[in-house]
């Protein structure tokens, strides 16, 4: 589903090594290729978890992200809902979760719930958790255990030291 040849990774190293490669200097072909998320359109629960294929503007928010932490700056995204805002950020914070040394992110809100909530893909830590899952072995952190690592409120990466914890409270973003 993701128009690249699985079969053709799953037993080369070398191919796996390079495919890790682009992911890493890629955001938008690492979303587009490995993050999933869940359309509650879709009549058939079965087939409700789809691969996120970014519109033009989830681009264009791909690339501001980006150029926002390279220019060190703050930003602010007003935004509406069943637009893919929140996937994006928890794409963003995965991304660099898996490929960066000691990254640490902080996501937020008022409700535990909308926060983390095991087993429920609303919530933002557990849109990453099911994404992890879903990721091939090799782009797996090395000995990840979803007991150990894939905690509430807490996605450790002991590969490289990178946390992603989540935050409650009536009072975050104030």
């Known amino acids: ?40 359109r879709i009549e058939d629960a079965s087939k409700r978890e789809v691969l996120f294929k970014l519109w033009p503007r989830q681009i264009e928010l791909a690339n501001w992200i980006l150029e926002r932490r390279t220019k060190g700056q703050v930003g602010l995204v007003e935004k509406s809902r069943d637009v893919g805002i929140s996937v994006m950020f928890c794409a963003y914070a995965l991304h660099c979760w898996l490929f960066e040394r000691g990254f640490s992110a902080s996501l937020n809100s008022y409700s535990e719930d909308k926060v983390d909530k095991l087993g429920d893909p609303s919530s933002l830590l557990e849109k990453i958790r099911s994404t992890i899952r879903k990721l091939p072995s ?37």
């Open 138 to 174: 090799w782009l797996k952190p090395k000995g990840l255990n979803e007991d150990r690592h894939l905690l509430h409120r807490r996605i450790i990466n002991q590969e490289n030291g990178s946390v992603i914890i989540g935050e409650i409270g009536d009072q975050i973003g104030r």
């Open 1 to 40: 589903q993701t128009g690249l040849d699985m079969t053709k990774l799953e037993n080369n190293p070398r191919m796996q090594a390079a495919e890790r490669e682009r992911c890493a200097k890629d955001f938008v072909y690492f979303v587009s290729h490995y993050i999933w998320t869940v359309d509650p």
